[in-house]
Each structure stands twice: as C-alpha cells, then as structure tokens.
C-alpha cells in the first residue's frame, strides 16, 4: 500500500510540473505575440507616416502652403510700404512747417508705426488659418481649433495681453505720439519716440542707444510736448567791465543748444548791471543751464563783480497765458 502511495505521488508531481511547464510556454508565447504586435505597430505607424509625407497630398498641401506664405509675406510689405507713402503724400507740397503742422505729421508717424506693428499680427494669424484650413480641409474648424489656441495663449501670456490693453491706453488717450520727446518713469528713460507699438514703446536717447520699453511697465510718463525746454538767466553785475567778459563767455560750447545763449536784456540801475541771458536746450540737458553755462557765468564774471548768485528760471509764456486764463478774476486779484 505504502508503494502505491508513493507511485501516486510521484504521478501527480510530475503532472503537476508538466501542467506548470505548459502555462509557462503559453505564456512566453503570450509575451512575444504581445511584443511582435507591439513591434507591428510601431512598424505600421512609421510606413504610414512615411507613406503620407511623400503622398500627394501631403506635398501638394506643403507648396500650397509655401505659396499662402509668400504671398502674406508679399501682401505685407506691399501694405506696409503703401500706406506710409499714402499717409505722407501731401507733406512735401508743404511750404514752412507751423506747430499745427508739425502735431499733424507726428499723428501720421505714428498712425504709421500703428499700422505696420498691427499688420504683422494680422498677417501672421491669417496666414496660420490659412495653413491650417489647408491640412485640415474645413476652414471652420480650423478657425475654432486656433480660437482655442488663442484663449489658451491668452491665459498664460497675462503679460502680453498687459502691455497690448496698456499699448491701446496710450494711444486712445494721446499720451504720446511719434517724435515726442518724453521721459519713462520708473525705469528714468528719456529720448524722442520712433515707434509706438501696440505692445513696446521704440525710443532713441540723446546719445543713440535705443531702448524697447513694454507698455505694461510704463508707470509714468512726462512728455515735453514742445520737445526743447527754454531758461532764462539773470545776472547782476556791479563791475561794468565784467559785463562784456560775460557776454562774450556765451559764445563758447554754443553748437550744443537749440537756440544759443544770447543777451535778451540788459538794465542800469544804481551802478549795477542787470543781464536777462536766453537759451533753449534739448530736455534731460537742464545740466547744459543750470550747471555749465552758470559756471562760465561766474569764472567770466569773478566773484568780486557777482551782486548775486545767477537765477534761472524756466517759464512757457503760452503755458503761462493758459494757467492765467484758468485762474478766476477774484482768485488772481488776491494772488
């Protein structure tokens, strides 16, 4: 009986290990089917891939594509070379330039400069669609598939949209225009404006360095609207031989003024000399004035024929008129 235990035993471990064999070879079998489908897939997805990029269509769609790009590309520098020639066509039957003139031709400019920075958007999101409606067969779609784009890109670029919505406050609201000398605060920039962008704000300073500045960050702005700050310097000599050497000290350095150091006025009174010296500079060039040309006030004078420190002052008559003009009869009477 114990032999026949042992016989059953052994029947049942050997099937036991013939039945685990088997699952094994089925599932090794199993694993490389899985593996020669993964295999065919890849091989299949790539023989497609390749079948469609030299397909027909697909190289049709690449040149007509190609095409719409050049033609965009054609369309707008056709554009921005037309309009600025259109905007400008009545400027040079123009005899002398007056201040109305003047403001009339910086609005041109920078209608110009609004123009060719709007068309290079334009250009560029019709000839996206264009493509797009190219490959895709359905202008619709492709209209609302970059739609979707748009709204996505306008959500992570809060900073573009900052400077675009602050680029469209500027300009509905005059704060500058092409040709404006102007000062940014807080990043302290001065120069004349050459560009005003829906996003950047293009100036040049007085020395050539060119600053790009986004609207978004502009926190201030001050605009000499005239473009030339004009000072007025009073001297009191109580030696008359220094008058003259003072007088001929406002030649020198004369070629960095607008309008030269020249004598405007000049009084008599009780053995002293009143001199009223004009001058006009370029703004953020005060220091021309106030530093430089007073110091060569007082080296020509000496301090011995100095009644006075010189005082400078700097005053627009037609701004001058205007605050006049606000200021009630009453109120001024009292001042």
């Known amino acids: 009986m114990l032999i026949a235990l042992l016989q059953n035993t052994s029947e049942e471990t050997t099937g036991g290990i013939e039945a685990a064999a088997n699952k094994a070879g089925d599932a090794a079998k199993g694993a490389t089917k899985d593996t020669f489908d993964v295999f065919k897939g890849i091989r299949d997805f790539f023989t497609a891939t ?34 600025p020639r259109i905007l400008r066509w009545r400027r040079n039957r123009r005899g002398v330039l007056d201040a109305e003139a003047v403001a009339r031709i910086k609005r041109q400019d920078t209608a110009i400069t609004l ?16 493509v797009l409606s190219i490959f895709v067969r359905n202008p619709l779609p492709a209209t609302a ?5 748009a709204a996505v890109l306008g959500f992570g670029a809060q900073s573009f949209l900052r400077d675009v919505i ?23 920039y001065s120069g004349i404006v050459e560009e005003l962008g829906l996003r950047t704000t293009k100036i040049r300073s007085l020395s050539g360095e060119v600053s790009y500045i986004p609207n978004g960050m502009i926190q201030g702005v001050t605009n000499f609207v005239s473009g030339q700050q004009r000072f007025t310097v009073e001297v009191q000599l109580s030696d008359p031989e220094a008058v003259e050497r003072v007088l001929s000290s406002l030649e020198e350095a004369s070629n960095l003024y607008l309008t030269p150091p020249r004598l405007v006025d000049r009084e008599e009174h009780e053995g002293r000399t009143r001199l009223r010296i004009f001058a006009v500079v370029l703004p953020s060039m005060a220091w021309l004035v106030e ?30 008129r205007r605050i006049r003009d606000l200021i009630p009869e009453e109120t001024e009477g009292k001042i």
């Open 50 to 83: 390749f079948e469609y990029l030299t397909g027909a269509e697909f190289v049709s769609n690449v040149i007509a594509s190609v095409v719409v790009v050049l033609l965009g590309i054609f369309a707008y520098r056709v554009l921005t070379r037309g309009v």
């Open 145 to 149: 598939g970059a739609t979707i784009l």
């Open 166 to 188: 602050a680029g469209f406050s500027i300009i509905f609201e005059g704060q500058y225009t092409v040709g404006d000398f102007i000062q940014i605060k807080p990043q302290d």
């Open 115 to 130: 123009i060719r920075n709007a068309l290079r958007y334009v250009v560029f999101v019709v000839i996206i669609l264009f």
């Open 291 to 320: 530093d430089n040309l007073t110091g060569r006030i007082k080296a020509a004078a000496g301090e011995d024929a100095l009644a006075s420190e010189p005082l400078i002052y700097k005053v627009d008559q037609a701004n001058l």
